[in-house]
Nanobody, 126 residues
Framework: QVQLIESGGGSVQAGGSLRLSCTLSGSTDSPYTWAWFRQIPGKEREFVAVIVRTDSVTNYAGSVKGRVTITADFSENTAYLQMNSLQPEDTAVYYC???????????????????WGQGTQVTVSS
């Protein structure tokens, strides 16, 4: 059974940093893409960042660009999200996702990804 296990969420003050981790287990194949999404109650899941196995190409949502860095160790089936200069509007449940392909058109959509973590809460206070 394929599972994504996340860790690293928590509570910080505005301006602080957090690093989220996500590890895939139960699969013999390494993901082709890793992504992070976030969601607040009553709203749709929002794309944050993606990294592609080919040349470690990355893309970021405009709202986090410059403050967030996605990295991955594809050989270890692990992805990370380093978040700096956090603001209260970054408060959400953060989900990691793993995909088996990359579409330039759809990478920002949840249905692009086959596997999802359970979510980890990030709370930023002012």
């Amino acid at each position: 059974q394929v599972q994504l296990i996340e860790s690293g969420g928590g509570s910080v003050q505005a301006g602080g940093s957090l690093r989220l981790s996500c590890t895939l287990s139960g699969s013999t194949d390494s993901p082709y893409t890793w992504a992070w999404f976030r969601q607040i109650p009553g709203k749709e899941r929002e794309f944050v960042a993606v990294i592609v196995r080919t040349d470690s190409v990355t893309n970021y949502a405009g709202s986090v660009k410059g403050r967030v860095t996605i990295t991955a160790d594809f050989s270890e089936n692990t992805a990370y999200l380093q978040m700096n200069s956090l603001q209260p509007e970054d408060t959400a449940v953060y989900y990691c996702a793993a995909g088996t392909y990359y579409s330039q058109r759809n990478y920002h959509l949840p249905n692009h990804y086959a596997y999802w973590g359970q979510g980890t809460q990030v709370t930023v206070s002012s």
